[in-house]
């Protein structure tokens, strides 16, 4: 099934495509908006900047229970097919965990995550929120009861696929890569780490950091 | 080693919770987290926790935490110090 791929194209053909592969789960929710700012600038830039839905994510109508990693990956090497001219992808925090399949000029990472650190994360809330209604659960209990069934962690249900390959996953080895992080100075971007904030919340200097720093990024990697 | 255990802590409640660099500088001992801040809800809860481990380097045993350490950010302190001291 076709999926909705959010656009930003420029005025006239593009200088390269930067393909975002977002944050997995709500890590999403919470990025999307400074993304597309920094989609914006991109397009201001020349750049045609692309934001696919993951199946089971976003506007997807896939069921989430339906999917994991492998078809994650699979889904981004798809969606690049037909793409003219040189692409970058650029990933953040769980989204640099399926972005080596997709067949790229370059890559760009923000703020990796590992699985295991988002896994437990989820695993966490969900504990957390059965002490709340008075129900005792344990990390490793789910864990067990995982390997046989799906799980409900903080409001996505889970197959076991996808919780034994958040388990294990860690970002794979991909060239030209160039990463950064939250920070300041030389291969840092200077900014808050939205994606664990309660509320969603924006960063418009972020936005324009991430904009410039991959736009920098594709002369460097020699993509353009 | 008490004051980086607390100004890492501040920083990260800021990031998690959008606190914003005042509110986070208020804090007190007997500041109430968990059901006093209406950001402070379970999915926090657990994003608090794995930061605490990424940010202080330390591990943290689900079984030792019960709803006690979020009451207040002086409790969240306590549990953090210890744990960093090992």
Same mark, same amino acid.
């Given at each position: 099934m076709d999926e909705q791929i959010f656009r930003l194209s420029p005025a006239? /053909?593009?200088?390269? *495509?930067?393909? $975002?592969?977002?944050?997995? $789960?709500?890590?999403?929710? !919470? *990025? @999307?908006?400074t993304l597309v700012l920094a989609m914006r600038a991109l397009a201001g830039a020349g750049f045609a900047a692309l934001l696919p839905d993951l199946?089971?994510?976003?506007? /997807?109508?896939?069921?989430?229970?339906?999917?994991?990693?492998? @078809?994650? /990956?699979?889904?981004?090497a798809d969606s690049v097919h037909g793409i003219d001219g040189p692409l970058i992808v650029a990933s953040l925090r769980g989204g640099a965990l399926i972005d080596h399949r997709a067949r790229a000029a370059a890559w760009w990472r923000l703020a990796p995550a590992s699985g295991a650190s988002l896994l437990r994360t989820l695993l966490r809330a969900r504990? /957390?929120?059965d002490r709340e209604a008075g129900i005792t659960s344990s990390i490793e209990g789910l864990q067990a009861a995982a390997q046989t069934e799906a799980l409900l962690l903080a409001g996505n !249900?889970?197959?076991?696929?996808?919780?034994?390959?958040?388990?294990?996953?860690? *970002? !794979?080895?991909?060239?030209?890569? !160039?990463t950064v992080a939250l920070g300041s100075g030389e291969g840092k971007i200077a900014g808050t780490p939205l994606w664990l904030r309660a509320e969603p919340g924006e960063d418009t200097a972020m936005a324009r950091a991430i904009a410039d720093d991959i736009i920098g990024w594709s002369r460097t990697c020699g993509a353009i | 080693m008490t004051d980086t255990v607390d100004a890492n802590l501040r920083a990260m409640l800021a990031d998690v919770l959008g606190l914003g660099e005042d509110r986070a500088?208020?804090?007190?001992?007997d500041s109430g987290l968990f059901g006093e801040l209406p950001e402070f809800d379970s999915m926090a809860v657990a994003t608090v926790l794995t930061e605490m481990e990424d940010r202080l380097d330390i591990l943290?045993?689900?079984?030792?935490v019960d709803g006690e350490i979020f009451e207040t950010y002086g409790n969240l302190l306590e549990f953090a110090e210890r744990k960093v001291r090992g």
């Open positions: 006239g /053909s593009p200088r390269a *495509t930067i393909l $975002f592969v977002p944050p997995l $789960f709500e890590e999403a929710n !919470r *990025t @999307r908006r199946p089971g994510q976003n506007e /997807s109508l896939v069921p989430l229970v339906e999917v994991d990693l492998e @078809r994650w /990956s699979d889904a981004l504990v /957390s929120a !249900r889970l197959s076991s696929a996808m919780i034994a390959g958040l388990a294990q996953a860690e *970002t !794979r080895d991909v060239a030209p890569l !160039r | 500088a208020a804090l007190t001992a943290i045993d689900d079984d030792d």
